[in-house]
């Protein structure tokens, strides 16, 4: 790909600025804000955790949703504290394993342990008796596709769809460990039409278990467009192993947090074409930009659109002139530092991605 250093660094900027769309329910405390936001004037639960921790992850559903029921409650912070990272935080509130929920009350930094049980609902009506609230719990939505008997064939079948599978059980503790992760490959990828991020009980519908191979929990099987028998996955399971998966298999570009990566939008036959539509004088773009209408009508799906957009910046920079790439880029990074739709961002991402090929 043909681009300038100065827009790659501008395109960095702005996907890390668009981050915000997918901020998590619970403050993330640190040694630099900690005593700013605990024990001021609110009363705050604190997870101190190891991202390591097999029972921390165990637990991070639970607390999500306790961070999304409590997400517009003044008088409550709900956060966490990654103790790997900020060992003098933990060390100071006297932290020796994960994961330690510890309630500082209003105006005071001298926690009180909790020693209740680890459920969404134990850890509301806990946050509520300390905290004076009366928040009722609310579900975190979820991106993840349930599968059934009655809609499996509808949806991981469908040939226009490119689909990855689990299959769980309920009582299975690395499936119960593996539920958040899944979730945010599922969030990543919520803004792609053609890719499904799916679960399936197989301790429930044991036939369809039994009919695609599974023996063990958790099992995932990724079925693409072109082969509905199913494809076992044996990468890792981490959020980037997965996102790197789905992005090789799928031909998509997205990165953990379900932001474009500088790659998307390109295509290789037309950046090519833009290396010679760069370099020509004025009379010469006219025939490489009718080439370059040429190459867009052989483009499907995806592609085509991505395409169009290559042309109207083509023909943008015929019709303004050499300033319009820089000009446009400066626009669009103004944009994307707003707040602004998962669907907006995409947007403009892909036209200045597209831009710095014309750079």
């Not at 990724?222 to 082969?227: E, I």
């Amino acid at each position: 790909m043909s681009s300038s250093r100065i827009f790659y660094v501008f395109l960095t900027l702005a996907t890390f600025l668009v981050s915000s769309a997918f901020a998590e329910e619970v403050v993330v405390l640190t040694e630099d804000n900690f005593e700013k936001e605990v024990g001021q004037d609110r009363g705050a639960l604190v997870e101190f955790y190891a991202p390591w921790c097999g029972h921390c992850k165990k637990l991070a559903p639970e607390y999500e949703k306790l961070g999304a029921s409590f997400k517009k409650a003044k008088s409550v912070l709900i956060g966490k504290v990654d103790c790997d990272e900020h060992k003098g935080v933990c060390s100071k509130y006297g932290v020796s394993g994960y994961p330690t929920l510890q309630w500082f009350p209003k105006g005071s930094l001298e926690p009180k342990k909790y020693e209740g049980a680890r459920t969404a609902e134990a850890l509301v009506e806990f946050v509520n008796t300390e905290g004076g609230t009366n928040v009722k719990i609310s579900a975190v939505p979820s991106n993840v596709v349930v599968l059934t008997q009655d809609n499996f064939d509808d949806i991981v079948l469908d040939e226009t769809k490119d689909v990855l599978v689990e299959f769980y059980a309920p009582w299975c503790g690395h499936c119960k460990n593996l539920a958040p992760i899944y979730e945010k490959v599922a969030a990543a990828f919520k803004m792609e039409e053609d890719v499904v991020i799916a679960n399936l009980d197989a301790d429930k519908y044991k036939g369809l278990g039994e009919k695609y191979g599974v023996s063990g929990f958790p099992t995932l099987k990724y079925f693409p467009k072109g082969n509905k028998a199913g494809e076992d996955y044996d990468g890792g399971r981490d959020v980037d192993d997965f996102v790197t998966f789905i992005n090789e298999k799928c031909g998509t570009s997205r990165d953990g947090k379900g932001q474009l990566t500088s790659n998307a939008g390109i295509v290789a036959t037309l950046d090519n074409l833009v290396k010679e539509f760069v370099s020509a004088g004025n009379d010469e773009k006219k025939a490489v930009f009718a080439r370059m209408e040429e190459e867009v009508e052989k483009l499907k799906g995806s592609t085509a659109r991505y395409g169009k957009i290559y042309l109207k910046v083509a023909k943008n920079c015929m019709g303004k002139g050499a300033d319009y790439v820089k000009n446009e880029a400066q626009r669009l990074e103004r944009i994307l530092e707003k707040s602004i739709s998962s669907a907006k961002a995409d947007e403009f991402t892909l036209k200045k991605n597209i831009l710095t090929a014309f750079a």
